[in-house]
């Protein structure tokens, strides 16, 4: 049995798997969340994909604790007691950590190194790590990158445009989201057929938002860059913005560098733009015109990353959305498939109406699906892999 681990500022989403036979993809029996951590602690646990219940957790639960109780719970559990292996989520592996890897106090110290990276997630996901060993020093843990199916990058779409000595020290470009886009790229050839191995480009729009442009199902380019912040217009952080804007912020407003991270972390993007949300349900509910032009924004950067990706793949021959907004919003896709049309996309309304998995236009010849994306199993798999090694 593998316990999965998505740990982050003020929850702990988990899942557990039983590992298939003869290495096939293992199937996901349980799961659950540990939410409104500190203050507002519940566990929810689920057996099956029925059978919600609630565990009261104490007053003031931080995380360790949280997962010290999902640990409790899953052992608990007669079909679930034989726990083998944790799985974790992990956001940065920086330039070193092209596959999973079993942690250790040095691999620890190395994750240390990229929290400056991913400040918002890393230090969440190491905690976690420690969390799950003090419980239990004995069981094998596992990191599985965000960052790792970016590793086939090519130089032109890996480096930036600054001075050596910074090129030297790790400044380049590693992308994220890579969890979902190696499970949409399993799908693909079931999905796609021949296509799958083409230009494909995968729109995973969720808080976080990225593009990525695969060929062979490997990622040639994508949307992200050093940090998270790179990109799409996101919940609440702005994507691809002028670096003279963080200059000025600096240097005539005042703002130090940890105040300035907060704002780009958590104050841009969809809720800076309409100054009501980060959450396109909300948005897309409200007559509040700052939030159809936030909305309105978001879909205009959106399609021009798929352009751009476009470009670096020399043309596309399908279109896949995934992630919580990418698979469950019509009106989002639609607006960002309509300027796309020169590409030659085209959506069928009433399948995008639907949701339905087919979303292209009947007279249309560029595939546009839908994959709902399942980092958890990525994760379960690829520790089942190293454990059967
Ligand atoms: P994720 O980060 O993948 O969990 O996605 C979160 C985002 O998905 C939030 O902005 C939600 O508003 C959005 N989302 C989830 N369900 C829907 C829906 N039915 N319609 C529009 N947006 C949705």
């Not at 400056?116 to 420690?130: E, G, V």
């Amino acid at each position: 049995v593998i316990l999965v681990l998505n740990a982050g500022s003020s929850s702990v989403k988990f899942a557990v798997f039983e590992p298939g036979a003869d290495g096939a993809v293992p199937s996901r029996v349980a799961g659950g969340i540990a939410e409104g951590l500190p203050d507002r602690p519940v566990l929810s646990v689920r057996r099956g994909s029925v059978d919600t219940r609630s565990i009261p957790l104490g007053e003031n639960c931080v995380q360790p604790e949280a997962i010290g109780r999902i640990l409790d719970w899953v052992r608990g559990e007669p079909a679930l007691a034989a726990l083998s292996a944790v799985g974790h989520r992990v956001v940065h592996g920086g330039g070193e950590f092209g596959e999973p890897v079993r942690v250790d106090d040095r691999i620890l110290e190395r994750l240390e190194s990229f929290v400056s990276l991913a400040p918002l997630h890393q230090p969440h996901n190491l905690a976690a790590i420690r969390a799950v060993g003090s419980a239990d020093a004995a069981i094998p843990q596992f990191a599985c990158f965000d960052t790792a199916f970016h590793a086939t990058m090519p130089a032109l779409h890996r480096e930036l445009p600054v001075p050596a000595a910074w090129r030297a020290r790790g400044v380049r470009r590693y992308g994220f989201h890579g969890l979902s886009y190696e499970w949409v790229a399993s799908r693909l050839p079931d999905e796609l057929g021949e296509k799958a191995h083409g230009r494909v480009v995968v729109a995973h729009l969720g808080n976080g938002a990225s593009v990525c442009g695969m060929t062979q199902l490997r990622s040639v380019r994508t949307s992200m860059g050093m940090t998270a912040l790179d990109g799409l217009v996101m919940g609440t952080r702005p994507g691809a913005l002028d670096v003279g804007v963080a200059l000025f912020a600096m240097e005539t407003m005042g703002l130090q560098p940890r105040e300035l991270a907060r704002a780009l972390y958590n104050d841009c993007g969809l809720l800076g733009l309409s100054g009501v949300s980060n959450d396109v349900r909300t948005l897309l509910a409200s007559d509040d015109p700052r939030c159809a032009f936030a909305l309105d924004f978001f879909c205009e950067r959106a399609a021009q990353e798929i352009a751009a990706t476009a470009v670096a793949l020399g043309g596309i021959d399908a279109l896949v959305f995934t992630a919580g907004i990418g698979e469950n919003s019509p009106p989002v896709r639609s607006s960002i498939v309509r300027r796309l049309a020169w590409l030659g996309l085209k959506l069928d309304p009433d399948r995008n109406a639907a949701n339905s998995r087919e979303l292209q236009a009947s007279d249309s010849t560029i595939p546009i699906r839908i994959v709902a994306t399942d980092e958890e199993t990525v994760i379960a798999s690829a520790v089942a892999r190293q454990l059967r090694r």
